[in-house]
């Protein structure tokens, strides 16, 4: 069973960041969990606490069906999850000044240096929390590798942002996640960090304001089309391939598959290119597509239609 109820899938917002009193109905304090998992920690916690309204990020869709069955359990109205890098969700969803608090537990520490800039709690993180976190607001992080705790300690206090409280070992917890439990059973040691905001910035987000996708129109050369399967296309930050173009067997149009990326941040979508009348063919997302409208994803519609032309 699912429960579509927990579930908030942000792509089908018109605005961003996200209209949080309107989506719970209410004013409370909001609290957001990086990295859910199966959701233990997310039914305990929005039980304890009735009066915020929680807000968890997991990049699995298995643990995305766990976790809403342990909150229907438990009878939880005050949470919605999201299936979405935690990274994107927290800088892209909230506005500034907005998050009580934010907690993560025992996050994946990718310990190599070449999976160094896949880690949460880089330099980027700590300037997105200083813009999302409320003043005062803080950030709780639970992990069994002390050095990660050391490094998102020297992260926090050299960004100026955060009053950073010394890193706690094997702190008395009154819930263990599972991940916890597991590290406590095989003796590991746990560290516990705290973060507070004391000062402010200003990040600037990929995507804010109306959800719209612009379309792109013109005359173009057909026999351009199928030479784009596999282009490689890059500006600055942005970079899109067309990993497939497919011609659609009962019409005179063609999906092309693409995969964008914005800095760390990738999508898969398709798009569709059509002929509107005698001379002019338009390319917008196909129907069956509903990526996060980033620069990467608007530049993809607008140069396929330039290099076709
Ligand atoms: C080691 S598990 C910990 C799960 C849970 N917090 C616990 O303590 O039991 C880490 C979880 O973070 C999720 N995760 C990893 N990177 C993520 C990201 N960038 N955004 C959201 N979730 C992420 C993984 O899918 C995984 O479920």
Redesign the pocket.
């Known amino acids: 069973m699912i429960y579509p109820e927990y579930e908030l899938k942000p792509q089908f917002h018109e605005e961003f960041p996200l209209q949080w009193k309107k989506i719970f109905d209410n004013n409370n304090p909001l609290h957001v969990?990086?990295?859910?998992?199966?959701g233990?920690?997310a039914a305990y916690y929005t039980q304890k606490h009735k009066n915020i309204n929680y807000i968890g990020?997991?990049?699995?869709i298995t643990?995305m069906v766990k976790a809403q069955r342990k909150l229907k359990r438990n009878n939880v109205t005050n949470a919605k999850l999201i299936l979405?890098?935690?990274?994107f969700g927290l800088r892209e969803f909230f506005d500034s000044n907005s998050i009580e608090k934010v907690i993560m537990?025992?996050?994946?520490p990718w310990y190599k240096n070449s999976q160094a800039h896949r880690r949460?709690i880089i330099q980027d993180f700590f300037e997105t929390l200083a813009d999302v976190l409320i003043e005062n607001g803080e950030f709780e992080l639970?992990t069994d590798q002390e050095w990660y705790a050391i490094e998102a300690f020297e992260n926090a206090k050299n960004s100026g942002y955060f009053e950073v409280f010394d890193i706690e070992k094997n702190p008395r917890r009154e819930f263990l996640?599972?991940?916890?439990k597991k590290w406590i059973k095989s003796n590991r040691d746990i560290f516990k960090l705290v973060v507070k905001k004391i000062k402010g910035i200003k990040v600037s987000r990929l995507i804010g304001g109306v959800n719209k996708m612009p379309h792109a129109s013109g005359k173009i050369s057909e026999e351009k089309i199928k030479l784009l399967k596999g282009k490689v296309f890059k500006e600055n930050n942005k970079v899109f391939v067309i990993k497939n173009v497919y011609k659609e067997l009962d019409s005179n149009s063609h999906i092309f598959k693409v995969i964008s990326s914005d800095g760390d941040f990738s999508q898969h979508y398709f798009l569709v290119l059509y002929q509107k009348d005698n001379e002019n063919w338009v390319i917008k997302l196909d129907s069956e597509s509903n990526p996060y409208r980033t620069p990467a994803v608007k530049w993809s519609v607008k140069k396929i239609m330039e290099v076709l032309q």
């Open positions: 969990e990086l990295g859910f998992g199966n233990e920690f990020f997991e990049l699995s643990s979405c890098d935690a990274r537990n025992f996050p994946v949460i639970l996640t599972r991940y916890e």
